[in-house]
């Protein structure tokens, strides 16, 4: 069974940066693609990014495309999410996800196993 942690939400001011961590376990973590996601509230839970089993390829919601880089370490079963010049929409729970596959993945329906989630706020 895979099991994603996910750290590093909080409160910031817009403009600001944080960075997420998904620790992974239960499967060969170098093997499969990663993803974040995130749910605002009384909106449906969106794709953010994704990157490919070796790192060398990765994909981002428009929205977030050139300001958030989705990165890994191999060595240490973790994903990372790095997100700058937040604002205020920013706003959501974010998900780690580990798909079935190996490349990039986007669609939710790709996805067998999710975090629990982290809050992060951005305040104007």
């Known amino acids: 069974q895979v099991q994603l942690v996910e750290s590093g939400g909080g409160l910031v001011q817009a403009g600001g940066s944080l960075r997420l961590s998904c620790a992974a376990s239960?499967?060969?973590?170098?093997?499969?693609?990663m993803g974040w996601f995130r749910q605002a509230p009384g909106k449906e839970r969106e794709f953010v990014a994704t990157?490919?089993?070796?790192?060398?390829?990765?994909d981002y919601a428009d929205s977030v495309k050139g300001r958030f880089t989705i990165s890994r370490d191999d060595a240490k079963n973790t994903v990372y999410l790095q997100m700058n010049r937040l604002k205020p929409e920013d706003t959501a729970v974010y998900y780690c996800a580990a798909p079935r596959g190996t490349y990039l993945a986007v669609e939710r329906w790709e996805y067998d196993y999710w975090g629990q989630g982290t809050q992060v706020t951005v305040s104007s």
């Open positions: 239960g499967r060969t973590f170098s093997s499969y693609a």
């Open positions: 990157i490919s089993w070796n790192g060398g390829s990765t």
